[in-house]
């Protein structure tokens, strides 16, 4: 049961270059959600999505967009990618009107130079 | 404006000893709690929740007191042990997902 899965876990982009990361999860969660941790800012919600085909923005969207064409993947997009966007993004999935807990990939350490 | 506030960036206790981390939160339309776990270089890891009908929950070591008059819960762990060393994060959940405080990293030392 691989749960959530992120790739890549690593990568360096350069000022401008574009890149997207891959969420998938195996649990057929409704719920999907991408933050990013920066040194003493906590998890931030960039996007998220609710369903198949759905997309929200969150806290902080700029500079990113998401696609959820099926319901098991997530995907974030940086077009441009800015030194300000040097994070670590964490893909997250939940199911649908449940309170329950969010399960978290192992995150994507990303670095624009 | 931050909906949930942890504002005890770090905390050091004894081993042995209780662990208390606080929460403050904004936002009434909260319907339910949760505390994350995070070591270094992983994901958050679900701990425990609290629905906001409700004022305590306990699993085990952890215990979760929510007062919804002052906006507060506080997690509990007791008997602190090494492996309770990580961050935490106090977590408001509702219609729109999860929102994360800042997280408090406790320390549990020898």
């Known amino acids: 049961n691989a749960g959530v899965t992120q790739t890549p876990k690593f990568r360096v982009l350069k000022t401008g270059q574009s890149m997207t990361l891959l969420c998938a999860q195996d649990?057929?969660?409704?719920?999907m959600y991408w933050y990013r941790q920066d040194p003493g800012m906590g998890l931030r919600l960039i996007h998220y999505?609710?369903?198949?085909?759905?997309?929200a923005k969150g806290e902080v969207p700029d500079g990113y967009n998401v696609s959820r064409l099926k319901k098991q993947n997530f995907l974030l997009g940086l077009e441009s990618a800015a030194p300000s966007q040097t994070s670590v993004y964490f893909c997250?999935?939940?199911?649908?009107?449940?309170?329950?807990?969010?399960?978290f990939g192992q995150g994507t350490r990303l670095t624009v130079v | 404006d931050q909906q949930v506030k942890q504002n005890s960036p770090s905390l050091s206790v004894q081993e042995g000893r209780i662990s208390i981390l606080n929460c403050d939160y904004t936002?009434?339309?909260?319907?339910?709690f949760l505390w994350y776990k995070k070591y270094p270089a992983e994901g958050p890891t679900f701990l425990i929740s609290?629905?906001?009908?409700?004022d305590k929950n306990e699993d085990g070591r952890f215990t979760v007191f929510l007062n919804k008059s002052a906006k507060h819960l506080s997690l509990h762990i007791v008997p602190s042990q090494p492996g309770d060393s990580a961050v935490y994060f106090c977590?408001?959940?509702?219609?729109?997902?999860?929102?994360f405080g800042k997280g408090t990293h406790l320390i549990i030392q020898p």
């Open positions: 997250a999935s939940s199911g649908q009107g449940e309170r329950t807990e969010a399960f």
């Open positions: 649990m057929n969660h409704e719920y």
């Open positions: 999505s609710v369903g198949e085909g759905t997309t």
């Open positions: 936002n009434s339309m909260f319907d339910y």
């Open positions: 609290i629905s906001s009908i409700k």
């Open positions: 977590t408001g959940g509702g219609a729109d997902g999860l929102t």
